[in-house]
């Protein structure tokens, strides 16, 4: 029997506070979801939310799946409302695995994303966020270390400062990835690529339904797919993201942004996307670094 993780340090920024794993009270069919960042945390709500649902329209999982390791809103905050659900619960996280506390009887679905898409998705992100954005994450109490500052003007100096600042101006990608991909063959995680959900979402739906052992009715299954197409949730973005999109420029529209892969083709220089390849075999060895690449397992 593989050892379950275990949980083994605490992890704080402008972002994390991992210590409220510590006081989460799990329910045997919690189901959380975890990626690193930009990698389809959002997709895979709502995925999860239409297949607890069955297919319901209204479905605010921006609202109802929390970010728990976010240090906003206060602990007790998320807490009563999660505690407040009577449908089968599901959260997510950006923690790598060891800050976290595991549950055998929960359900745990992970989300990988080739970094250079990563990047590209994350600085769209960062550089249309508000003054409430930096607001919130760099004046609130309790902030650990640096504030996060606005970032550059351009997105290839982003991404070699993110490549050579081991995942800065947020955290560490490799460490996150390295963390959970050990425990992918564990019986309650389910390992899911941003690739394949783009090359065909029908089969990796189905796949999270037997994972979730979530019965669908065959006649569930059009509203299912209809509500997790990308245009179905750029339409509806308001109610995906977090706060209804307050933090951004643009709204919820501007979260919800391309769903695209391979923009950074014809920007990156071909030096630091090698650089960036060679870092991914160094920090997580063949097998991991090219399940990143091409979502094959």
Known sequence: MDMLPEKTRELHNHHFDST???????????????????????????????LVFDGNEDVAVGEISPWIDLRVPPKEEKFGMIESQDHRRFVK????????????????????????DVVWSFYNHHLNANDLWYEILNDSPGRVGPPIDKPKDSVVEYFRDWLENDGYPIWSYWENIGTWW?????????????????????????????????????????AILEHCSFDYMKANAEQATPLGGAVWEGGAKTFVHKGKNGRWQNELPAELSDVYEKMAVEKLGAECADWLKTGKL
């Not at 990698?39 to 895979?44: A, E, K």
């Open 20 to 50: 409220v794993w510590n006081d989460f009270k799990f329910r045997d069919d919690d189901i959380v979801i975890g990626t690193y960042a930009k990698s389809g945390t959002t997709w895979v709500q709502q995925i999860v939310g239409q």
């Open 93 to 116: 996280t950006h923690l790598p695995l060891d800050a976290l506390v595991f549950s055998p009887k929960a359900k745990y679905i992970y989300i990988g994303r080739d970094g250079r």
């Open 182 to 222: 050990p425990a992918r063959n564990l019986d309650n995680v389910l390992f899911l690529h941003y690739a394949k959900l783009k090359e065909d979402m029908p089969g990796e739906i189905r796949r999270v339904a037997d994972f979730l052992e979530i019965d669908v009715s065959p006649d569930r299954w059009p």
